[in-house]
């Protein structure tokens, strides 16, 4: 079941059940069926806290994920500020809501076993998000 919440924002204009369904199919890409996943969209402060308080990272970012991944079953928590969604749009000339899908699916492919720090890991992260958001368009 994957949920969609928001702590001191606006709910982004999401289509749930369209964005759950394509969650879905891309983690079967990997193998991965989806379980308890839940989304909680806030703003710069709130995610500055919890990469403070659970990371120990003094710095704020768009998403943080947490993975409760059981086997082949996905499980999180995914926290996505919609204020640096919004800033990371506009600095790389995307659409606010591309760019909040990209992050959106971000989280998932963390949990699916693809990182993003080490070397080339960013590329091969960046590769999925753009096969995925291509998913996306031609559901």
Partial sequence: MITYNCDGVKMPVIKKRETTAWIKAVAADYGKKVGEIGYMFVDDEKILEVNREYLGHDYYTDIITFDYD????INGDLVISLDTVRTNAEQ???SYDEELHRVIIH??????GINDKGPGEREIMEAAENKALAKRKAS
């Fill in 70 to 73: 059981e086997g082949d079953r």
């Fill in 92 to 94: 790389f000339g995307k």
């Fill in 107 to 112: 989280g998932i492919l963390h949990l699916c």
